[in-house]
């Protein structure tokens, strides 16, 4: 007989060691395969901004059926219900249910159904779903262990939105910063490019567009950058390039 608590066990051991919220949901099928006769897990990521989800895995779901799978807003079939009133949802009998929110299910060939919304505090992650093919509903109990499992679900994922946020937060600086230095090397050539046009029109008489001409010139006639040359000008105060 499964003992339902071996399974929390282990899912809070390898959430414990580091174990991304997939393999959590890859490990909770499998481990209930037999005993629950779990065949198939859709588990979706919330798009705030869109008030939609977003499909983020499967388990056990034939790929023709990804497709109708990838979106769904909230309010919609059960998952977006769930994910609306962040309420569980279990359904018995799918297969002989007309409800049409089921569609989706009826179309994995689910006979049993349940659905749990992944939340961190106040925020919504997604949702993660479970269906039998076989069964004709899951037992209070084995919701119960369900809903458990989809919580250390939700904690992983929780996890991985940090570590995302933070690695956005510092690659959005990294760039931060590397527009800051290249604004300030193209003011500090600027800068010395018009001091040099400056001097170029001092020394030969020439308007700001002859002498910016010539400090063109100047610069492919002698392969030089013009921020080089412009620079050796102003420090020398020489037009021999």
Known sequence: MHDPLSTLTQLGADLTAGAGSAALVARLVDDLARPYAVDFSV?????????????????GVPARHLPALKVVHLGEAVCGMVAQRRRPEAHDRVDADPDPRLALARELDATAYASFPLTAGPSLLGTLSVGSRTRPRFDPEELTVL???????????????????????????????????????????????????????????????????????????????????????????????
């Not at 991985?160 to 990294?174: I, Q, S």
């Not at 020394?203 to 950058?225: E, H, I, P, V, Y």
Request: hydrophobic share 50%.
């Open 43 to 59: 588990r979706y990521a919330a798009a705030p901004a869109e008030r939609a989800l977003t499909l983020h895995d499967t388990t």
């Open 147 to 241: 809903g458990l499992a989809a919580d250390l679900v939700a904690a992983a994922a929780a996890r991985e939105h940090g570590t995302a946020a933070l690695d956005a937060a510092v690659t959005a600086r990294a760039a931060a910063e590397d527009r800051q230095r290249h604004l300030e090397t193209a003011l500090a050539s600027n800068r010395s490019i018009a001091m040099a046009i400056g001097i170029v029109m001092a020394r030969s008489g020439l308007t700001a567009d002859a002498a910016q001409r010539w400090l063109t010139d100047a610069s492919q006639r002698t392969n030089t950058k013009m921020r080089t040359l412009a620079e050796r000008i102003v420090l020398t105060g020489s037009l021999d390039v």
